[in-house]
């Protein structure tokens, strides 16, 4: 294989009429008697390959088919305009293949045909070949998105002033409590890997004001639904000095906004059309918000029922989507005022203790974010503990870092999958998951 | 606290002559009679303020101690040139404080002062008092390069052409065969977490042939050394369609050599003289390599020993170190033709099987990162799987990847905090750790 001289597909377009060296993936293949049409695929592109009876193969020329490495030596040349492959930029373009060597070929038949209808494809089918499906352009694209809402992110954190750490994922306790928590065997003791990187940011907030973490995250919930992970990526900030968490609202919202003219610009129009992808839609005012209490009475009125619900499930979740959408053309909706009982310990009460100054972020029908302002007074986070039926002694470490003095501070999770998954219309959120963690799957 | 008019420190600069409001932790606190002379530090930085019996206090004054929060409002003054502190990019100003208010004081005495000697704390309890420790300037400082360095990382990955991806810590086998790792109760099932994205960042290079993580790793090692952590942050990258383990040097020189660029240019020159910073010495034809049989010829002559070792220790890595930067005036050096059986399974062999297409990188006398190429061939794989004495049964999933077209490809992965510890001469891997874990600790 002559590594050497090789060019990736996309830099065809610039040699035109140029001989080149190519090497990538069968993607297609149809021959007709001693001429075969290829599409090669490489980390960059598509490209339509010939080859004819011309053409001399080398490697183990008998058994290449789809998937196979291959390297092709050959003139690019344009194709006739009424060839030409509207839905990739190098689809006006094909290579008259003059040398050709099996580099890598797929000796059985693989298992499934990723060049067709990948969207017909089931699931768990999609899931269990991953290594596979992940190649076909579609899988790709969605972690091309999911790539540049991590840099928007990044980058926009960074701006404002934000300094980028990393906490440990094993921790010597539950955060929140003892619930839905992964128990690891630590040289023969119990630890639990971390379900967010709450306490271990907060402490990072008398270090630095402003952090941000971009990680994995443990969730031991066992719910099996299209937007539940049990490992996922967190997007997770926390900023002192803040009035409340009206603060943290603003800056998600510019945040958000940051990432979606990125996103709008970046990526390029024909990934675009290979998912349902639509720019976000937040009104110039703002982010709409709404209280929980409202949100029930919308959710209630709509279902026709006069349930008494206290926080918003999966369909409610959606009624509020729908909601936001027609009244305020928002893809986003912000919740507020959630009552301190429903809520974690950490968060911040209202004077009257009756809320929290904390809020959910409804993204076109799913929770993407949930922040608040949090308790920086080791006193009120004792009484905030003892509320909640917990022990203060279990929390001790944590509470004596306010006696190191703390300033007022709040800050967000948002999980990267799911943002990904609403973004492009995706139908579960494992789809937005190179290779996803469930109650039933930790293979591959 | 008036947070809407708040400036942070750095920006008094640009406020000389100005009423402005400050909130920070008070660093240092000197009382002379009426007269206080306090070090506020905020995110951005330090700056003596002046307190009065003029100064209208409010909040709970009676006792606010060291790292206490406070909010200042007062004139931004030029010092006396006399009292100019240089060592502080706003060591020429102070603040002549009209009002002081106390938003959280520290109420008892702290278990130690930060700004006293912090190189002089023992390591046990700089670690035990992290969220504490990790305030003082220099702590700080650490993690400012260490962010820096992965910023950089990064920026020359993606202009490269690599696609970052996150790949799932929760795996369902070892990856090398067994040893070393932590099991992780999932849902009444054991599974492990991972001690690198290896198998995971191969499959990505099926999909996007250029890939890198960065994330965390985990390796039950018992080890309790000044160099080992058991859970740590991978700079991994893997690429597809390579001649051979000598252009992943290569790739990874250049990677090095915009780091080094990177931080020289943008971390400050007052950040630098905080900790033992010096620019990377690499000599202008590139790293010098060394076989690991020339290496070990070195090692013990150095130590007047005939040892036949077969890999480096501690020891062995130190004398490289000081041989690199003896003879070629560089701070690191390659080290080549590891014999297969001291090499992970994976790792292409020579064509007579004897070495590995492998190497290490050793910086400044300490193994920072591990390479190679890997085995494309399903069937090779198989032979050097039996070879290592493992079963290929127990890899099926991971042989299976390489039926679906594999290119020649390889990678390395690098430990961010051994990269920190040794360029700013840190004593211990630890310090360049936000919160360690290691066999006796995990906490906090």
């Known amino acids: 294989m002559d590594l050497k001289n090789r060019i990736q597909i996309k830099d065809t377009l610039k040699n035109v009429g140029k001989e080149v060296t190519l090497a990538g993936w069968v993607y297609r293949k149809r021959d007709h008697g001693k001429v075969s049409f290829v599409d090669l695929r490489d980390g960059s592109g598509i ?35 009424h060839l030409v ?5 190098t689809g006006k373009l094909e290579m008259e293949v003059k040398e050709l060597e099996v580099v890598s070929p797929t ?14 494809i089931h699931l768990d089918t999609l899931l269990n070949y991953r290594p596979l499906t992940l190649r076909s352009p579609k899988m790709q694209t969605i972690f091309k998105f999911s790539e540049k809402i991590e840099e928007g992110y990044r980058e926009f954190m960074k701006a ?15 955060t929140e409590g003892g619930a839905n928590v992964f128990r690891v065997d630590y040289f023969g003791k119990d630890v639990f890997l971390a379900q967010s990187p709450q306490f271990y940011k907060q402490m990072m907030v008398g270090v630095f004001e402003k952090v941000f973490e971009i990680g994995p995250v443990f969730r031991a919930e066992p719910h099996f639904t299209s937007r539940h992970l049990n490992e996922y990526t967190s997007l997770d900030a926390e900023m002192g000095f803040i009035k409340d968490e009206s603060e943290l609202m603003k800056k998600l919202t510019q945040c958000i906004l940051f990432i979606a003219g990125k996103v709008k610009k970046e990526i390029p129009a024909a990934d675009k059309k ?3 992808y639509s720019d976000l839609r937040i009104p110039k005012g703002g982010i709409p918000e709404i209280t929980l209490t409202e949100a029930v009475k919308i959710i209630n009125k709509s ?10 499930d999966t369909e409610g979740e959606k009624i509020l989507g729908e909601y936001a959408l027609k009244k305020y053309k928002s893809d986003f909706i912000f919740v507020t005022e959630y009552p301190t009982g429903i809520r974690p310990f950490y968060q911040m009460p209202t004077e009257d203790w009756r809320y929290t100054k904390s809020f959910d972020l409804i993204f076109r029908g799913l929770e993407l974010v949930t922040g608040a302002q949090r308790i920086h007074d080791p006193e009120m986070l004792v009484t905030s503990i003892k509320k909640h039926g917990l022990s203060p002694k279990e929390f001790k470490d944590y509470i004596d870092l306010f006696k190191y003095g703390m300033p007022p501070h709040g800050g967000w999770g948002l999980g990267l999958e799911r943002f990904t998954k609403q973004w492009l219309g995706l139908e579960n959120v494992r789809l937005a998951t190179l290779f996803p963690r469930d109650v039933k799957r930790v293979k591959p």
Chains 1, 2 share one sequence.
Do not use: M
């Open 160 to 174: 404002d002033g934000f300094t980028e750490v990393h906490t440990p994922k094993i921790i010597p306790a539950a």
């Open 303 to 312: 279902r026709g029922s006069r349930d008494e619900a206290i926080d918003l």
């Open 107 to 120: 000796g059985e038949a693989l298992p499934l045909d990723i060049s067709k209808d990948i969207d017909k």
């Open 85 to 89: 492959n509207k839905d990739l930029e």
């Open 274 to 276: 290979l998912v349902d």
């Open 47 to 81: 490209l339509q390959i010939v080859s004819t009876g011309g053409t001399k193969i080398t490697g183990e020329k008998e058994i290449w088919g789809l998937e196979s490495v291959i390297s092709v030596k050959g003139k690019i040349k344009k194709r006739p305009p």
